[in-house]
């Protein structure tokens, strides 16, 4: 059964940081794996997709990297900013028909 | 840009009183989903259906019902409401074999 790891739980950083979030899941047979955005007391805001043939994908400050063979995603934001702060989720889906299988989210802080 | 409406945001209500979620899409999606989330278990799905009239049990489909009987509307019942439903219940669509899930802004019942 496929599982999603999201660690850490929780990150806090200055205004201005690059970091990198991780993800890593259990079964590297995937479809697609996507990161969400959410903020607090609101629905998810899809960010970036990779499709499990691509190895990153970009949108302006947002890079996400894909090894399937090693179960791992990371999200990197350069250059950060107290908006960035938010819960971010990854999610895999198994197959074109498959359900998303979530990870439980990193909690971003981002202190001017 | 696809629109997932939740009908309410928030919702309170009483043990034992039949409660209605409403989800509209209306970006013409087959598939729409049912997910509650909750702290320290993340989203778990509950139902889903890939067409009209169409469902199909997700992890926890115990005390839930849905009813699909229009493509673009996909309504969550608890038949006889729990405390233990207290919980955010998020609304999701995507086309067939659509990489990307698209979420409403959440629904969140407290039921007392």
């Known amino acids: 059964k496929q599982e999603v790891t999201q660690i850490p739980a929780a990150l806090s950083v200055p205004e201005g940081e690059n970091l990198v979030l991780n993800c890593s899941f259990t079964d590297s047979a995937i479809y697609n794996l996507q990161w969400f955005r959410q903020d607090p007391g609101k629905g998810l805001t899809s960010l970036l997709l990779?499709?499990?043939?691509?190895r990153e994908q970009t949108s302006g400050r947002l890079n996400a990297s894909l090894d399937k063979s090693s179960g791992r995603s990371t999200l990197y934001i350069a250059a950060s900013q107290p908006g960035d702060s938010a819960t971010y989720l990854c999610?895999?889906?198994?197959?074109?028909?498959?359900?998303?299988?979530f990870g439980k989210g990193t909690k971003l802080s981002v202190k001017p | 840009d696809v629109k997932v409406t939740q009908s309410s945001r928030y919702l309170v209500k009483r043990t034992g009183e039949k409660v209605f979620l409403e989800c509209v899409q209306d970006m013409d999606h087959e598939n729409m989903f049912w997910y509650r989330q909750d702290p320290g278990l993340g989203l778990r799905l509950i139902y889903f259906?890939?067409?009209?009239?169409?469902?199909e049990k997700g992890d926890i489909p115990e005390g839930y019902s849905v009813s699909r009987e229009k493509k673009e509307r996909f309504s969550l019942i608890l038949e006889s409401a729990s405390t233990n439903q207290t919980s955010m219940y998020l609304c999701?669509?995507?086309?067939?074999?659509?990489?990307?899930?698209?979420f409403g802004e959440g629904s969140r019942l407290t039921v007392l």
């Open positions: 259906s890939y067409d009209v009239k169409m469902k």
């Open positions: 999610a895999v889906k198994g197959g074109s028909q498959g359900n998303l299988i």
């Open positions: 999701a669509s995507s086309t067939p074999g659509g990489p990307e899930l698209f």
């Open positions: 990779i499709q499990s043939s691509q």
